[in-house]
């Protein structure tokens, strides 16, 4: 089992910048993956940001060059950078860790208006 616990998100201006954390407990040395999906009212789950063991990224072309993932291996979490954010940006975001399943967290309200 692994558990996930998400912080940040919150409300910000078009333009602004936000950070969200997740800290992985339990099973942690089981995960290959982790990463950040959002879901925006109406909308499948998508991805966002990814990046696995060995440090390999992967982003969702809406996000490229405007978020970045970092994952601290000691502390065993992962963090989005979001900046240059953009109303179609406002979504409840979710990490996700992949052991033999997946694991989500709790969900983050980003949502970004003036």
């Known amino acids: 089992q692994v558990q996930l616990v998400e912080s940040g998100g919150g409300l910000v201006q078009p333009g602004g910048s936000l950070r969200l954390s997740c800290a992985a407990s339990g099973n942690i040395f089981s995960i290959s993956v982790m990463g950040w999906y959002r879901q925006a009212p109406g909308k499948e789950r998508e991805l966002v940001a990814a990046i696995t063991n060995g440090g390999t990224t992967n982003y969702a072309d809406a996000v490229k060059g405007r978020f970045a993932i970092f994952r601290d291996y000691a502390k065993h979490t992962v963090s989005l950078q979001m900046n240059s954010l953009k109303p179609d940006d406002t979504a409840v975001y979710y990490c996700?860790?992949?052991?033999?399943?997946?694991?989500w967290g709790q969900g983050s309200q980003v949502t970004v208006s003036s």
């Open positions: 996700q860790a992949r052991a033999r399943y997946d694991y």
